[in-house]
């Protein structure tokens, strides 16, 4: 008897744990986002709403009242860099991010508490920034959305968008350059002896971001990268740094070396562009 009870109450347990386990979908359904700005990832995770023939500005949410941006749990803005919000810096991490809504002008909130439901706890005193923003008129949205919009190399606009009203905030991620190079310096004092591909699409990276003020030290990437092992590649980017340095005698005899070097491969590397530079070098002599 004892026996068959405790099989009762295992059963039972097991029963319980599989209906705790169910996923229940939700009204305002999840949604994740994520863009990367230069070398920087930024990413957001909020509940959709929908208007649904409700009033929702000064309505189903209150001028002046702090919202969470969304439904269900806080809305959160993820960086994985510092950046800049509308020429404000926010450090990177993850933050509650909450807004307050009022007809000419929203308050944008980043909270270091990013783990609420929705902003009934939110604490003003665990501010990271708030910044000023202008809201806009638009065409209806019936599914609040937040959206990148107009991506470049080192600039974003957010854009809050639901029922007639969107909401935009830039995003900069400031030195991308600056940061990839620490790192490639970090990088080159750890290559490996037999490694000659790191060195040489380092010194690549700065002749093709035109960082003219590192070439000198480009070079001594390349040369690493050349002393390993000669390739039609690493000789190119020599050349070429050498050609932006105006060392036209130097960049000359480089680019010939490494046009023959190509011809001779197998398979034999396209030395045209190359060619052409060279002719070119060799009239402004």
Excluded: C
Excluded at 9 to 25: K, R, T, Y
Excluded at 218 to 241: M, P, Y
Aim: no cysteine; net charge positive.
């Amino acid at each position: 008897m004892k026996k068959i009870n405790l099989i009762a109450l295992l059963i039972l347990i097991f029963s319980l744990n599989a209906v705790a386990q169910i996923s229940f979908p939700r009204e305002s359904q999840r949604q994740e986002i994520i863009q990367t700005v230069g070398d920087t990832k930024i990413a957001v995770v909020y509940h959709r709403p929908n208007v649904k023939d409700r009033k929702v500005w000064d309505g189903l949410e209150k001028y002046g009242a702090v919202w969470r941006t969304g439904a269900n749990e806080n809305t959160t803005f993820e960086t994985s860099n510092d950046i800049k919000i509308n020429g404000q810096t926010l450090p990177k991490g993850k933050y509650g991010l909450h807004t307050i809504p009022n007809k000419d002008e929203w308050t944008i909130i980043f909270n270091k508490v990013n783990s609420e439901w929705g902003s009934f706890n939110y604490d003003q005193k665990q501010d990271a920034l708030r910044v000023m923003v202008k809201p806009m008129t638009a065409n209806l949205q019936e599914t609040m959305a937040i959206n990148f919009e107009n991506v470049k190399a080192n600039t974003s606009d957010v854009v809050i968008a639901w029922e007639r009203v969107k909401v935009p905030f830039t995003i900069d991620v400031g030195d991308i350059n600056g940061r990839v190079l620490t790192d490639i310096r970090t990088q080159m004092g750890s290559v490996k002896a037999d490694d000659f591909r790191t060195p040489a699409q380092a010194a690549g990276w700065v002749l093709n971001s035109k960082m003219t003020a590192n070439y000198e030290e480009a070079l001594k990437w390349v040369d690493a990268s050349i002393k390993t092992r000669e390739t039609f590649g690493n000789l190119n980017i020599k050349a070429r740094l050498l050609g932006g340095l105006n060392r036209q005698a130097e960049a000359i005899a480089t680019a010939e070396k490494a046009i023959q070097v190509g011809k001779a491969a197998t398979p034999a590397a396209n030395t045209t562009d190359l060619e052409k530079m060279v002719a070119e070098w060799k009239t402004s002599k």
